[in-house]
């Protein structure tokens, strides 16, 4: 998932903040604004936002809102905050429009690959069938008075790997904005959002180490989110089980694709999207992008690489 920044060699960044949340390690630096101390203020700022987010919706934090959510599947609603209660309708509606292909309800069908993945086996058919009985983001059931939700029958469970960064990337760039920055380059463990001059973004070559780009793409405030099969990954028996499963079958989705980047305006419709197009492939796929008027750069299972035409201007192959 890394997009690789390309250094900007006519200047370093004024203010700059790393810090981890989210699963992954984050960076915010800012080149230009009406104000420092209003700048400086508002990152940190922005790095409390992220930070309030990975505790109240990350699923490996034992008392966030996700983890209460999933502890009370099959016993009635919780209360959860406007910002669990926002991004689960969210994925509600990227599940309804991909017809499944994104199911936040993967989780259970994750947690068992996860344990396979630490013993270095495959899971039996049946462990396979047991989890994907109860995939279904239809069975999340959200109040919107109430403000609660629900996951309708025990065992079910859900988390938001797939959407809570590109969320986080938004509010982000809206903090920065409020507060006077008019130049930054926000990289949230490889979702990046640019705000001010154009930049050129690496887009990280599949099968090589870590920051190593198969390509460029040239950004104006705008945001850029990767899905790949390289990052998270197991091999038993030269197979590779990566981290994105089709909830259609229960195994690491197959498409025949290594990795999808898009390029729009809002990085959590770009998260789950990323994620919607791994999954369905690009026949299934790109007509669901050029609706949603997103760009993208397909790396397929041959190492082709393919952009949409929006890119034919801004998009160099290394
Ligand atoms: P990354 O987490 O590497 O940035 P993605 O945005 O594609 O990549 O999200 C992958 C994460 O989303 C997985 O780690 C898992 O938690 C969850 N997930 C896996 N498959 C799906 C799916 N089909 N729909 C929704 N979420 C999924
Ligand atoms: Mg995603």
């Not at 079910?156 to 960064?165: C, M, Y």
């Not at 850029?224 to 099969?229: E, L």
């Amino acid at each position: 998932m890394q997009n690789q920044t390309s250094k900007t060699p006519a200047q370093d960044a004024v203010l700059e903040t790393t810090f981890s949340a989210l699963g992954t390690g984050n960076n915010i630096q800012l080149y230009r604004y009406e104000d420092r101390i209003a700048a400086s203020e508002a990152m940190g700022r922005a790095q409390e936002r992220v930070l309030g987010l990975h505790d109240r919706l990350s699923v490996f934090q034992p008392e966030s809102e996700l983890s209460l959510l999933n502890a009370s599947a099959g016993c009635g609603p919780v209360p959860v905050g406007e910002d669990a209660f926002h991004l689960l309708s969210e994925s509600k509606r990227y599940s309804a429009m991909s017809g499944g292909a994104f199911s936040i309800t993967t989780r259970v069908l994750s947690a068992l690959w996860r344990i396979h993945a630490r013993c270095g086996t495959v899971p039996s058919r049946a462990e396979v069938e047991h989890s994907l009985s109860l995939v279904g983001d239809e069975d999340i059931l959200l109040d919107e008075i109430a403000k609660t939700a629900e996951l309708r029958r025990f065992g079910q469970s859900v988390d938001l790997g797939s959407i809570a960064k590109g969320y986080a990337a938004d509010e982000v760039r809206r903090i920065l904005a409020e507060g006077g920055v008019r130049d930054a380059l926000i990289n949230l463990g490889g979702t990046v959002v640019t705000l001010g001059r154009t930049r050129r973004v690496g887009i990280q070559h599949p099968d090589r180490l870590t920051g190593i780009a198969m390509g460029r793409v040239a950004l104006t405030n705008a945001c850029v989110v990767t899905s790949g099969d390289y990052e998270r990954y197991y091999e038993v028996d030269g197979v590779r089980y990566h981290h994105i499963v089709d909830p259609r079958t229960g195994y690491p989705a197959r498409s025949g694709l290594r990795s999808v980047t898009l390029i729009g305006n809002s990085a959590l419709e770009l998260d789950a999207f990323s994620t919607v197009v791994f999954v369905l492939g690009a026949e299934q796929g790109l007509p669901l992008l050029s609706q949603a008027g997103v760009d993208a750069v397909l790396v397929t299972d041959k190492l082709d690489v393919f952009c949409t035409e929006g890119l034919s201007e801004n998009f160099e192959l290394l």
